[in-house]
């Protein structure tokens, strides 16, 4: 792999699922589940200024609102959902590798691990009218931070995160919990393991 880095390898694996997934999207177009169907519905209730009804206890509001202005445009709501899960499992797969980065593992073995996980989420982004790809890039965003900066984290990066955990609450409930459960781990082994100008690694 030194002649073609791997660098080069994942932008055109990348390059493949943004590709295909915007070829695939006519053949997907008028599939839908009652989930899907609920998160369009609560669209169409802020579009028409229906806060009252829009906001309830079952249904996150995130995708609903990433929603609207393809609704506004007139864009066919099953098309603009699935446009949004191509693009959030594009975003999933671009973190997907900077998270694979930071460990210290083989090129071989990042590359395989980097082409199933497209493969994964392009079938996820088509197939499903859901907000878990986008719940999915906001962990992932926050887990990448959270190891990235370990020992190191700045107050930038901590607002950050904290902006990244309420965007995940707005995607799904349950994030809020993954988001506490990263926080305290990883403030327990800041505690616990530090050591003043010396970067420990743990694995």
């Known amino acids: 792999m030194k002649a073609f880095t791997l660098k080069n390898y994942a932008f055109i ?6 590709l295909l997934g915007f070829t695939l999207l006519p053949y997907y177009v008028y599939q839908t ?9 609560i669209s169409y209730r802020y579009l028409n200024h229906d806060y009252f009804n829009a906001v ?15 609704l506004f445009l007139k864009i066919s709501p099953p098309l603009a959902f699935l446009i949004i899960n191509v693009i959030s499992g594009f975003v999933a ?3 997907f590798g900077k998270l694979l980065s930071v460990f210290n593992i083989g090129a071989k073995a990042k590359l395989i691990g980097y082409a199933v996980s497209a493969v994964i989420l392009l079938q996820l982004a088509l197939c499903y009218l859901t907000p878990d790809l986008l719940t999915l890039s906001i962990l992932l965003a926050i ?11 700045t107050y930038k990066n901590s607002i950050l995160l ?7 609450y707005f995607c799904k409930a349950y ?3 993954f988001f506490l459960l990263y926080l305290t781990f990883f403030s327990f082994l800041d505690f616990f393991f530090y050591k003043k100008n010396q970067r420990v690694k743990i694995v």
């Open 56 to 70: 309830n206890g079952g249904w996150a509001p995130m995708i609903s609102w990433l929603l609207i202005p393809f």
């Open 162 to 168: 904290g902006l990244l955990g309420t965007i995940g």
């Open 143 to 153: 887990l990448y931070i959270a190891i990235k900066n370990f020992y190191a984290l």
């Open 93 to 95: 797969l671009l973190l």
């Open 175 to 177: 994030v809020f919990g």
């Open 33 to 41: 589940n009652p989930d899907g169907i609920s998160y369009i519905s």
């Open 13 to 18: 694996i990348g390059a493949l699922y943004f």
